[in-house]
């Protein structure tokens, strides 16, 4: 019956679907970091294409789980190569070693989870940048997250390792096809000392998705497919346009929960400047652009936190914020560069936490110009790449080489398949055999943007210009017009080659394929493989273990 | 009278700049590549979604449309509202002035404590070591570039020595003024002198580094030009009629010569805390000291205009109120001028 219906819903799911990981996609982070180990699983990268034309998926049996969809879908763009393969990044925090806390991957800083060993019970956090305002609902930044989630929990939310926990949800199931229930905690009480309704559950879903209810939330497209919220015999029932298999894991990451009455009781000013959560912290002091002070909320539903003062803070400048570390004036700061780490690993009192995250680094191609319209010339480009150097040398280690658009513990990887061996005599050949010797070509960056990415676009274009056969050179870009022109919705207004960072926080596959490598794809470069669009849509139409 | 008539035109003259800037200001948005909407809008908006959030910044109006709206704007207090945040973007801006106005005249303050003794004594001891040694400091200061000295402070004064906090500015001098000032009940209370010494002291805790980052260079500038200016004052005709007339020297040096010598340095002065205003951003950024700089930069990155516009506004109209002021100084230091 699915399949039946994937042509109808096949559209609406591309559309929103490939909303969401648009969200945290190319919002970027400009200065994060690694952890210094050594890659991934250092594979051989065999892949089994080499060169052909890709069509060896058919010897393999069909998939028939969502995930063997994702995960042939995955193999299928490894062979054909829409992109040369980079790197995942890393989040590398510096850290006071009075402290103990496990990074999280989605790059979200929970202090609930931080406990002290030593000293003052009492921790600040800095990073690079404040909040744009406490709406919950009104923002799109992790820095902003991050002192939003202190005081708000989630419908759903995620452990350290990204897997779905329950939150303000004590349960939930699919009821069918477009709707799915969550049951209730109960006993849990705002800031403000009223008691959690599943009313309010509804209309902070409301609030996201409809923009009838509140504000035009710049996080409706996080909640993709999902259409509203209502209550039902004393749960909340959430609707979606089709099956939505990933309903789930949406709202594991996304949708804060507020209390209906302050919300619709204040103005914007003042719901920008307070907050009044569920969460684990509540606000004692707030100042713009300054600082937020928390104390622990004595009435939390969960676990107490283990610390009794939190602060955050600001500051832009890495190698600040690296000094601020080391005097002691602050316990925990984001984004510390490779240059700084050894700085803070060579100081007793302060130490080095890094996680894997949820961004993937890669240069794409369009497959409608040449020489990008080759498969044979997009796979020599990733043979001419020596991924170990590039992260080694200019990532200092803190990264891990890919070959897929999906990272390692997302649904939908595929573990057979390993990033390309460099290989240049093989990718001098195939460039002879695409037909286009002799090619002279732009790789346009963008500036600042991601960590070390001028860095990163020059190595691969110096790779690649040293292939007897083709010509490569950087072209430096501001990220504003870049992105102009990626997301202009019209692919002839793409740059031709181009690096890009995506983050994907829902840890599935989909939110980075789709929009970013299927033909309805919104940011998609890669476009008319049928194959991948066949398997992306029955992947969405098929119910997930999320 | 004729300095009031001089002051008008000055006036006069600087109401034209500020409109300029912001008619310059307010075109810039039109010339810059990236469009604002790719900040606010989802990346993969649909067109629809895209001309309502155009249409919701008002930036689908035609261009002189907006131009009048934001002129007639800007005359009631109002710059528009921040594309990313939502809030006044008049209110984000001024809160930032107190930041930047601090350290700009925090930065000059060194400069003249520091550069005018150094350049007197440098002028009047030529040739000997005094005069090398501020010789050698004027080169030095001119030539460091201030994010070196910034980090370089911070390493050495903070990090390792832990004399000066690293960065952040935890209360303005305004407020620490606040509790002298305090009103309760409508009435006056009594003046909290102990929380006015601990807030003024903690302010020149933090801007200590800040200030002598910022104000190394224009310390160094100002002893070259106090230098020059004394040695050539010193060698004026009147000067040897004061020494026949058996004048003491100090009296000579100080009362005749440095007053005639500060005339262009005020000047200069003037034109540079204008300067500090708006280019203090790499120090700001440094020591993560919330001005109208860093302001201006993190608004650049989102291209979120209101603020962008609003604080090049206001750096500039600041910068057009201390030459105006300069050159009411200078009238009164040089009546001739006037004329």
Known sequence: MLRDDSDVNRRTYLKYVGGTAATVGLAGCSDSGGDGSDGSDGSDGSDGSDGTDGEDGEQLPEPETREEHLQRANLRLNERAPWIFLNRQYSVYGIASRLDWT????????????????????????????DSGLDPHDHRETPTDNIVVQAHDGVLGRNAD?????????????????????????????????????????????????????????QSDQLAGVTGAEVVDGGVEVTSDGINPIVFSLFASYCKVVQQDWIESRDSSEINSDMNGTGPFQVVEYEQDVEIVYEPYEDYWGDAPEIEELTIRATSESSTRVSQLLAGE?????????????????????????????????????????????????????????????????????????????????VGYNGEVGPYPQ????????????????????????????????????????????????????????????????????????????????????????????????????????????????????SQNLPGEN | MALGRFLLKRGIQGVLVVWGVVTAVFLLRFITPGDPVTFVAPLDASAELRAQIAADLGLDQPLYVQYVDYIVGLLQGDMGYSYLRGTEASTIVLARVPATVELAVAATVVAIVIAIPLGVI?????????????????????????????????????????????????????????????????????????????????????????????????????????????????????????????????LIQYKHALQNTLIPIVTVLGLQLGTLIGGAVITEAVFSWPGLGTLVIDSINVRDWPLIQGSLIVIGTGFVLINIFVDALYAYLNPRVVH
Not at chain 1, 162 to 180: K, N, Q
Not at chain 1, 427 to 453: C, F, K, M, N, W
């Open chain 1, 103 to 130: 990074a999280r991957r989605d790059e979200r800083i929970e202090a609930q989870a931080i406990s002290v060993t030593e000293g003052e019970p009492s921790v600040t956090i800095t990073q690079s940048s404040m």
């Open chain 1, 162 to 218: 990204g897997d779905i926990i329950d939150a303000l949800a004590t349960d939930y199931e699919r009821l069918e096809e477009g709707r799915v229930r969550f049951e209730i905690r109960d006993g849990v009480t705002f800031h403000n000392g009223d008691e959690l309704q599943p009313s309010d559950i509804a209309y902070s879903v409301n609030r996201v998705v409809d923009s009838e209810v509140g504000i035009e939330s710049p």
């Open chain 1, 330 to 410: 602050t316990d925990l700061v984001v984004n510390v560069p490779p240059q700084e780490v050894s700085r803070v690993r060579d100081e007793d009192s302060t130490e080095i936490t890094a996680v894997p995250s949820t961004r993937v680094i890669f240069n794409a191609m369009r497959y409608d110009v040449e020489p990008f319209s080759s498969p044979e010339f997009r796979q020599a480009l990733n043979y001419a790449i020596d991924l170990n150097s590039i992260i080694e040398n200019i990532l200092q280690g803190f990264a891990d080489a890919t070959g897929q658009p999906t990272l390692e513990g997302f």
């Open chain 1, 423 to 538: 290989d240049v005599e093989q990718a001098e050949q195939l460039v002879e055999d695409s037909g286009h010797a002799g090619v002279e070509i732009t790789l346009e960056t963008p500036v600042g943007r991601y960590l070390r990415d001028v860095q990163i676009a020059q190595a691969v274009a110096s790779q690649i210009d040293e292939l007897s056969n083709v010509s490569c050179q950087v072209e430096q870009r501001d990220f504003a017009s870049l992105a102009g022109e990626v997301t202009s919705g019209d692919i002839e207004n793409m740059p031709h080659f181009y690096l890009l960072g995506w983050g994907n926080t829902t840890f599935d596959a989909s939110q980075t394929i789709i929009p970013l490598l299927t033909s309805d794809g919104a940011l998609s470069s890669y476009r008319g493989d049928e194959e991948v669009d066949e398997l992306m849509s029955e």
């Open chain 2, 122 to 250: 440098s002028a009047t001891r030529r040739r000997e070591p005094a005069d090398y040694g501020a010789t050698l400091f004027s080169l030095v200061g001119i030539s460091t570039p201030n994010f070196w000295l910034g980090i370089m402070l911070i390493l050495v004064l903070s990090v390792q020595l832990d004399i000066f906090p690293t960065s952040r500015r935890p209360i303005g001098l305004f407020e620490t003024f606040a509790f002298l000032v305090t009103v309760e009940n409508g009435l006056a209370a009594p003046m909290d002198v102990g929380a006015f010494l601990d807030g003024l002291w903690t302010w020149l805790w933090h801007i200590a580094l800040p200030a002598v980052t910022l104000g190394t260079y224009f310390t160094a500038l100002v002893t070259r030009l106090t230098r020059s200016g004394m040695i050539e004052e010193l060698g004026q005709p009147y000067v040897r009629a004061a020494r026949a007339k058996g004048l003491p020297e100090s």
